[in-house]
């Protein structure tokens, strides 16, 4: 009983938890001097108030100085954070092109009011719904990033809404265009036959781009027919293993037979002639060149978005090809359901049970 009443008096030994001092627009101590070497003083600081009978220091909203700290070392910071987090070396990239974009399109920003009115000026210019999206998703991200961080009062795109995208407008190039681009290539060179294996591939697993450039030899199993990527390969961070067709793995066995023996395990399966790992742009690039000595249009997510729609027309199963094609949900997956209009009409009225009823319900005629 003693011991419980010096517990309940505060004598025990017990470690008091407290919450972490909260960060404040204005707080971090490198943003601050870069500020005052500007002539900024950053935010002004909250009051504190304690909870009664919580003692948890709470801030209290005050009145915010409008100056803005200089986003272009902000983003650095949150490079460096989202990288710690196991982000894709692609995404960050991609992080990096876009606010970097914004940024060069509105410079000189001191005050959050001229930066919500930049925001408001940089999504208000034409674009594809498709790429609006993905703008606005990598600045919102940055934004909420530096209100967390002390760095901005609001996020200055929270008002802006997503933009109806056509999920029906799908990239989708018919058997014949493929192959008649699977035909381009000099499949008795070394190049030649890498490209061909590499439109194989991306065909026949529908595997991103950026995913195949970084994929192993040890990644290939031909025997068991399968290809893994790797979850740091994979841009979800989840890996998967592939199913290879026995056509694809014979031509994967022909280009392994001329791949340089002295090259470590450490390049990649698609590489240069130098052992150096390709790049999208170069990629695109030399895909177009096959597209236009082929008389078709094709882009590389286009060969991705080919076997989705061929798959859904012989499987069926969209829960499959989203493990295929490494999404996250169905959301994506849902794109090629939406595509598929004239198969999905077939279905219906082969399975619909209306049409079921009325077989059910027609008699045998008596009279023979």
Known sequence: MSG????LCGNSSVVEHRLPKPRVAGSNPVFRSSLENQGFHGFTLPKKSVVPGEGFIVPKITKLNPKVSDLSQALEEFLLARQADG????????????????LKASPNITTYEALQKAVFHYFSQPCSAGYRNIKLKYLKAFFNWCVSQGYLPANPAAGIKKAKEDLSNIRHVPLEALK??????????????RDYCLMLVQIDTGARPGELFQVRVNDLNLEARELYIRPE???????RTLVLSPFTCQALLRFLKIRPKWWSEEVPLFATENG???????????????????????????????????????????????????????TMTRRYIRYLQDDIREAHEKASPVAKLQQLGRRASRKL
């Open 87 to 102: 982000l894709a070396q692609r995404t960050l990239n991609d992080y990096r092109w876009h606010v970097e974009t914004f």
């Open 276 to 330: 150096r790992p390709l790049n999208a742009s170069w990629w695109s690039k030399r895909l177009a060149k096959y597209c236009k000595k082929a008389g078709v249009k094709v882009t590389p997510y286009g060969l991705r978005h080919s076997f989705a729609i061929e798959f859904l027309k012989e499987a069926n199963d969209p829960f499959a090809l989203q493990r295929i094609l490494g999404h996250k949900d169905l």
């Open 180 to 193: 008649k681009l699977l035909q381009q290539p000099d499949k008795h060179s070394y190049t030649g036959l």
């Open 4 to 7: 419980m009443l010096d517990s």
């Open 233 to 239: 390969v994979a841009k979800t961070r989840v890996g």
